[in-house]
């Protein structure tokens, strides 16, 4: 799987600097890749879990699409290893960087790199073993095309991997005025934004429109309860995220929402009914092109 004519760094022949104009609901700012971090920790059990059903394994060659601070491509670099090639791409600059520095820290760079590209244009040189990605064909204006594309440059056999949540199963039981609040927030958000809320239940159809066989698939899900549950920091922290683009397109304000104390309040609540919080569940489809 080594190719010495393999160079992640250089898509295309060059580092790509163009950038998609879709905004990006959560924008990017130092605390969204932070958060963006916080949520690879606590999400990344279940996309390690949906990779290795997939296949992803020693020696490949993969791509990361959306790959953001890297998250997922840390997964990847951990299952390919140093015989393997990953690359990741996004197409912020300060997100890739961020990536790069995880993965010297992590020891994985030699077989790991980032670069600055917009998606629904990428075209690298050379092949892969697997296309992977989570959380991104849901901002992606037509991802049956995207994946269409994406696919040419998997070898036969390569296998095409992605997660994407179902947001509208979020549940709290019993349910909560504030938790309902705050679900509906994001929910509301990411809509008028003109973002898919059901990416996950949708990815067997838009495989399926991508020219691909029919992919196998798991639903996999936090589930949380309890004072010291991580749920009130991770659901505050999309909301604070999201803060810029909710006040946008009209669904609260800075004051209706509160953030400073939203977690405590989602805490309290959660507390005082001793509710089963469980968060949206995370579609994994995958799939191999034929040889």
């Keep these: 799987m080594n190719d010495p004519n393999f160079d992640p760094r250089q898509p295309n022949g060059h580092s790509a600097t163009r950038t998609d104009s879709r905004p990006y609901a959560l924008g990017y700012s130092e605390g969204e890749f932070m958060r963006l971090q916080k949520q690879g920790e606590f999400f990344s059990d279940l996309t390690e879990d949906m990779m290795r059903r997939a296949g992803i394994e020693e020696g490949m060659r993969v791509l990361d699409i959306g790959c953001g601070v890297g998250d997922v ?115 509301g958000t990411f809509d008028r934004a003109g973002f898919e809320l059901e990416m996950g239940s949708k990815l067997f159809a838009t495989f399926v429109a991508a020219g691909l066989p029919a992919p196998q698939m798991i639903a996999s899900s936090r589930t949380e309860g309890g004072p010291h549950s991580l749920v009130y920091d991770y659901l505050s922290g999309v909301v604070r995220s999201l803060l810029p683009m909710t006040e946008q397109v009209g669904v609260a304000t800075p004051a209706e929402i509160a953030i400073d104390t939203l977690a405590e309040r989602l805490r309290e609540e959660a507390i005082q009914h001793n509710a089963c919080i469980m968060l949206p569940p995370f579609v994994g489809a995958w799939t191999t092109v034929p040889k």
């Design 73 to 187: 491509s840390l997964i990847a670099g951990r299952l390919a290893g140093s015989s393997g090639k990953v690359l990741g791409i996004d197409r912020s600059a300060d997100a890739v960087a961020i990536a790069q520095r995880r993965a010297a820290e992590a020891g994985q760079s030699n077989w790991m790199r980032f670069a600055i590209a917009d998606i629904e244009t990428f075209s690298p040189e050379g092949t892969f073993d697997a296309v992977i990605g989570r959380l991104v064909l849901m901002y992606l204006p037509d991802p049956a095309e995207t994946l269409r594309r994406l696919c040419r440059h998997l070898r036969p056999g390569g296998v095409v991997a992605f997660q994407e949540l179902v947001m509208p199963m979020a549940r709290s039981n019993p349910d909560g005025p504030q938790f309902r609040q705050c679900i509906e927030w994001i929910m």
